[in-house]
Structure formats: C-alpha cells, structure tokens
C-alpha cells in the first residue's frame, strides 16, 4: 500500500515538474516579452510596456534612446534615427512614475552604453507623488537577480502570452519596433476633437499655494539628477512636453498657475547646472501647443507634432536660467493669450 501511494506521489510529482518543464521551455522559446531577445525571423507581438521594456532596454542596441509617458508613444524610433544619426529606440511607460522610468533606465544602463537619452518631462507626472504607483510593473523583469527568471519562465500570464505570441504570427499580427505601441492611428487628431474632449474646469475659489508642488517635484528631480550623476558621459535631452494651449486655461481656472510655475522654475534650476543636461522648454513653443489640430485633447500631441519636436531638439533651442532666472519671463508665454 505504501509502495503504491509512494509510485503515485512521486508520478505526480513527475507530471508536476514535466509540465512546469514545458511550460519554461515555450516561455524560454517564445519569449513574449522579449526578456532574453527580440525575434529576427519574425515580427514581436507588443502588448504591454511595462512588461516588455525591460526587455528592449536590454536587447535593442541604441545610441539615442528616447524614454517618457504616452505623450512620447507617437514618436517612431526612425524619426529619432534620421534626426540625430544614430541608431535609436524608443522605451515608454504610459502614465509612468519616475520610480518606474528608474527601474528602466537601470537595465538600460546595466546593460548598455547610451550615448544620449531623451526624457520627457511631462508637467503632470513630474509634480506628482509615487502615492498612484502600482504593482504593475513586474520588478522580476528589472532587477540584476538572474534567480528571478524563474518568475518569468514559470508564470501562467507568460506562458498565456507565449501562445497568443504564436497565434499572432499566423494572423500575421505582429509589430515592428519602430511602430509598435503607437496610438496615433486611433484617434482624430484636429482642434475639434480637443475641444470636444476637454472639460473645461470651473473657476476655482481660493488659488493653490505657490509652494504646494515643490516637495513632490523636488522628489522626482532627484531620480532624473541621479542619472546625470551615475553617468557622466552621457548626454541628457530634457524637454517638457508641449501640452496644448487648454492645459494653461486648466492649471489657469483651477487656480494652479503659481504652484506649476515654481515647480517648473525649480526643474529648471535643478537640472539645469549639469553639464550633461540640456533642458527644452517645449512646453512654451507656441509653434506647437497653440495648433489645437495637433492635438486630441488637452495633451497629447500627434506624431506630426512628434516629429517637430524632435527637430527643435537637434536644433538645440534650450532654457538658459542665467538668461530667464524665472520662467515667467520667457518671451511673453505666459500672456494673457495663452491662458484666455
């Protein structure tokens, strides 16, 4: 009887490790999320950026890499390539924390030699706290712990992505990295559509303190600053990105204006001292957030508009603090024909 309950239990356990087995190994093969390499003989399947950037960071050999929010998603990588000669990929987070861009510019840097990083600094994730941060991001991608793979290759949500990987290439449905992510085909991208979608705030009774931004902003600084500290020799393209026109009515009639504005001046003469930073006051460039047909809704931007950013990039118009040591007195941006 013994016997017998021992020849079952030790043949289950025998299925048991088989399947797991299997299980690693279509994983291994598949590899969905691009975690070991990206397929050259057919096309990835890109389904979400916080599990597969871990893996272009790695596996995407770049000299410029272009990191930021979904408000840098429409800028094609072959853009940045043409723009600046050089090889380049683009890496995004949707709504990202910039605990959560740390963790990918940690293998980007673990794992590469970056000769320039573009980063958007978009005004709404920079003033705000890790408070939204959730468990999203799979650390098990990102962390130097080879032991963690295990989490990866044994993994119920891999495996299920391995098999919808494969099933996209019959349906012949996967993505080039220069396209992949990109939203700009799913929306109308006209002065119409903005209106439309932006929901214009009531005036607010009491205006926020000018101060009430600055520790949460200094906060996410920190995290941009470590990177210019850890790697000297490389160069940093800081831009704020060009959120419309209706962004400075919003902040305006919520009573916001000062509050951003000292967050700004503080990105400013925070970064702004590192001879490897260079800091592009898009967000000001009335070239671009005064043409509501760029635009579907009161941020995000078209890859038209994409592509003239990163032209004004290469172009080098940049902040200089010791020319506008407070950011009220760029030009006249702050005009009452921005805000009204």
Known sequence: MKQAYRRWVCGLLACILALLAVCGA?????DPCLYYRVPDKWQPVLFNERYQMAGLAKNVEADTVLVGTSMAANYRSSWIQETFGTSAVRLTIPDGYYSEFDQVMNVLFRTQEPERVIFGLDVNTLIRDESGVTAAMPDYLYDDDSLNDARYLLNKDTLYYSLYALMSQRWNAGETLDTGFMWDDTVWWNHMEALDEYERPEVAAVSMPAGALLADTAENLAVVTNWATRYPDVEFDLFFSPYSILYWDKIDRMGE?????AALELACKTLLPYENITLHGLLFDRDIIEQLDYYCDYVHHSA????????????GWRIEIKKYPKLTEIGSQRSETMVD
Do not use: I, M, P, R
């Open 257 to 261: 204006t000062d509050a951003v504005f």
């Open 304 to 315: 038209e508009a994409g592509e003239l950013v990163l032209a004004k990039l290469s172009s």
């Open 26 to 30: 279509v994983v291994y093969v598949v």
